[in-house]
Structure formats: C-alpha cells, structure tokens
C-alpha cells in the first residue's frame, strides 16, 4: 500500500510538468495542407469581337485584366497605357499582341456599351462579359476576385486591378501592377515568350503539414497572436489594428527555440473565396524577426473570417505551418 501511495506521489511532479509544457496551440495530427496555386488556362467568353476563345490565341500575346466601364481611374489608366503600347509597336508587331479587357459588370456593361467605351482609346483592343458564374470561373483561374458592396440602393465595384500577361504559347507567365508604365508591358510583352509559367515559378507547397493551430486570438485585433509547441515557439503581429480591407498591413513574425524558419503567409477567406494572397517573408534589418505587407481586398461582406496560414521550412526543406485567424468588419 505504502509503494503504491508512493508511486503516485512521484506521479505528481511528472504530471505538473506535463501540464507546464503543455503546447498553447491546438496540436494537430493531419494529412498534407492543400495550397491553391491559380495557374491560368483556356476560358471562353462573349467579346466585342464575337465569342472570345483564348485556345486560338496562340501565337500571340494576350493582356488580360478585369474592370467595369464605369470604373473612374484604375480602368481608364490601365487601357491608355496598354493602347500606348500597342501603338508605339511597330505596325509589323502590332498583330502579335492582344488586350482583352473583361467586364466584371454585366448589368450595367453590354457588349455595346463596352464597344463604345474602347472607342476613347487608339489602339484596338477587344472588351468581353458575361454571367457572374463565368467571370467568376474566369477570374478564379488567375487567383483574381471582384466583389459588389451594397451602398443604399446603389453598389460599388472592387476588383483585382493587376494584368495578366498570357504568352503566345497560352501559358499565363506575368502579372503587372495596373500602374505600371508602357514600357514596362513592351518589355512584358518582348519577354513573355522567354517564361516559365507563373505556377511553376511559384514556392512548392506541397506534403506541408499542420504542426498546430490558435484558433483563439484574433490577428485583426490583438498583438501577438502566438502558437507554442514542443517544435518552437511562434508569434505573429499585424499593424496598423484593427485590420481593415483595402488598408496596407504590416506583419512582424517572431520565432524561439526552433529550427524552423518563416517562409510565407497564405491568407484564405472562409465565407467566401478572396482570390490569392500569399506574401512573402523576408528577414528584418535587425534580424530579429521576418517582415511582410499586403492589402486585403473589399469583401461583399461586412464580416469575413480568415484562415491565416504561416509556413514555415527548414534548412533540409522541409515544411510545415502553423495556423492562425482573424476576423475584418466594414465600419
């Protein structure tokens, strides 16, 4: 009796420990994550120029991007500087470059309003809607997303303002800032035949497992979030709070006691599907921590949670993540 009343007092330190180290963060066991890497591909859609099918485009360079017509200052900056460069190619060139500007407005933009909208500008370029099942196909196939936010009885357009530059092999190689100059697309158009494909270009993310998961602390509102596990300690910090859309946020990643090094963040809406955000991490100055920026875009939800996945790698290449969340409200 006295052995076994001893045996359970040596217990009790052994369990206390136990407790103490025990991981704040979720521990999870889990196959593989999946990552969505958008790799483009071959869509059809009504144009000004007729049914519009990318599959016999090849051999020539297409400009893609999305917009609406009613669009005050992104869309109109984006054509001019595309019909600059269409128009400072040399006539023999000309055909080998196309710009399809694909309205994510079907309500108020029809294949005529459209065919007048481009008539501002010199350069011919070809305009293309359709339903919002197949935008939102089309726009999915680049991790592009548009969004219709309700004001009053009016609503307002949001959408992925980037340029998608597809070779003439159909391969989606480059995505331009829609601020980018003409220059900048006569050198995206010179090379593009020279490019891998934009997926293949991107970080490998497969066999990434799930170390644990913080499904308490809210990213968009309190400082550091963090994940402690028997692999390494985690904290992540985002600034300005709260997060807001539309808003440039900075986020400071600090680890301890880990081999592990952060890689990425990958930023996934869970009530509806926000297109592609992945920055990157690079090193501090000071090398205490790893450092990103990135802007969410305008949901049509006045309340969205994220998944905000961080993964991590090792010096053999291995990785993992370690999962936090975070909710956004429009004031």
């Not at 051999?59 to 005050?72: D, E, I, K, N």
């Not at 500087?81 to 196309?98: D, F, G």
């Not at 359709?130 to 997303?145: C, M, Q, V, W």
Request: glycine residues 4%.
């Amino acid at each position: 009796m006295k052995k076994a009343l001893l045996f359970a007092v040596a217990l009790i330190p052994v369990a206390l420990l136990a407790l103490f180290l025990r991981p704040s963060g979720n521990m999870l066991k889990s196959p593989p994550m999946e990552f969505k890497i958008p790799a483009g591909g071959d869509f059809e859609i009504p144009s000004t120029a007729g049914l519009y099918k990318t599959s016999e485009k090849r051999g020539r360079v297409l400009f893609l991007f999305f917009g609406f017509a009613h669009c005050p200052h992104i869309c109109p900056m984006t054509l001019a500087n595309l019909s600059q460069m269409i128009q400072a190619l040399p006539p023999e060139h000309q055909n080998k470059v196309e710009v399809l500007f694909v309205s994510i407005d079907p309500e108020r933009d029809s294949l005529t309003t459209l065919a007048e909208h481009l008539k501002r500008f010199k350069a011919p370029m070809k305009a293309a809607t359709d339903t919002h099942e197949n935008l939102r196909k089309i726009t999915s196939l680049f991790g592009a997303r548009y969004s219709r936010i309700q004001t009053g009885s009016s609503f307002f357009v949001d959408h992925t303002s980037h340029v998608f530059v597809i070779n003439s092999r159909g391969e989606w190689v480059e995505t331009l800032d829609y601020k980018s100059p003409p220059s900048e697309y006569r050198q995206a158009l010179e090379t593009a035949d020279d490019k891998r494909p934009f997926s293949e270009r991107q970080i490998p993310l497969k066999d990434v497992t799930l170390l644990a998961e913080n499904p308490d602390c809210d990213l968009a509102t309190q400082a550091p979030c963090e994940i402690a596990t028997s692999q390494g300690h985690f904290q992540v910090e985002m600034n300005p709070r709260p997060v807001r859309e539309a808003q440039e946020t900075s986020v400071k990643v600090r680890t301890l006691n880990t081999s592990w090094v952060p890689l990425l963040l990958d930023f996934e809406g869970v009530e509806q599907d926000m297109g592609f955000i992945r920055p990157l991490l690079s090193p501090s100055q000071d090398g205490a921590s790893h450092e990103a920026t990135y802007e969410l875009p305008v949901c049509e939800l006045s309340e969205m949670r994220w998944r905000v996945r961080l993964v991590l790698q090792k010096p053999t290449g291995e990785k993992a993540a370690v999962l936090f969340y975070m909710k956004t409200r429009r004031e």
